[in-house]
């Protein structure tokens, strides 16, 4: 069954640097999201993005965060100027594909871990 | 602003006992309500999900509510077995220009004594 992935599992980072998380969808999805989890918290919302552009992102996702599928399989999420309130668990995830399924339902990958030190 | 509130945050349940977790949301443009469970140190599965033209929807021992007009829905699992054991968020969707803003709750843990 296909499945959306995410690298790297662990990221360990200094305060102020820029950092990378990596997903891969799940392939032909045409709706992408990152998410935020704060350990023994909810998850937030953080941004969706669709045809190349975000649609909409929350108040979590300020100008230090940005966006970009740059070929047709990754999505990627980068954090410059890292803070340590950015330590938290990062989930992508994707739906819909034209050939099937539905808007609605969301994919998740297992997330990558963000401890900014 | 968006919110969606769950109780309990914990629950503990004997095996083969019942567990029932409640939401309400706030959003009135929310329309879709998926469950996921989360267990530790892997992302949220979706379990069950309900659109807003529908008042409830079964699958085998997960059953999910929907009361629009109060804006409640809730989780009832029956039968519990110690697999179950897991934190559930219930979380509420709308639609934006491309794809969904997902609010989640904030999570009940279940605990399933054998």
């Known amino acids: 069954e296909p499945e959306v992935t995410q690298t790297p599992s662990h990221q360990v980072t200094q305060m102020g640097q820029e950092v990378i998380l990596r997903c891969v969808p799940i392939s032909n999805h045409l709706y992408f999201y990152w998410y935020r989890q704060i350990l023994g918290q909810k998850v937030e919302f953080l941004v969706s993005f669709y045809n190349n552009e975000i649609s909409e992102k929350s108040e979590i996702f300020d100008d230090r965060f940005s966006v970009e599928r740059p070929d047709g399989s990754n999505f990627t999420l980068k954090i410059r100027s890292t803070k340590l309130e950015d330590s938290a668990m990062y989930f992508c995830?994707?739906?819909?594909?034209?050939?099937?399924?539905?808007?609605?339902?969301?994919?998740f990958g297992p997330g990558t871990r963000l401890l900014v030190l | 602003g968006e919110n969606v509130e769950q109780h309990p945050s914990t629950l503990s349940v004997q095996e083969g006992d019942s567990a029932v977790i409640k939401c309400t949301y706030s959003?009135?443009?929310?329309?879709?309500f998926p469950w996921y469970k989360q267990e530790l140190g892997k992302g949220p599965q979706l379990i069950i999900d309900i659109r807003s033209n529908v008042g409830e929807k079964k699958d085998q021992r997960i059953a999910v509510t929907l009361n629009k007009t109060a804006k409640h829905f809730s989780l009832h699992i029956t039968e519990t077995q110690p697999e179950d054991s897991a934190v559930y968020f219930c979380?509420?969707?709308?639609?934006?220009?491309?794809?969904?803003?997902?609010?989640f709750g904030a999570g009940t843990r279940l605990f399933v004594k054998a």
């Open positions: 959003d009135s443009a929310s329309n879709y």
């Open positions: 979380a509420a969707s709308r639609p934006n220009t491309g794809g969904f803003k997902t609010i």
């Open positions: 995830a994707s739906s819909y594909s034209l050939t099937g399924g539905d808007r609605e339902t969301q994919y």
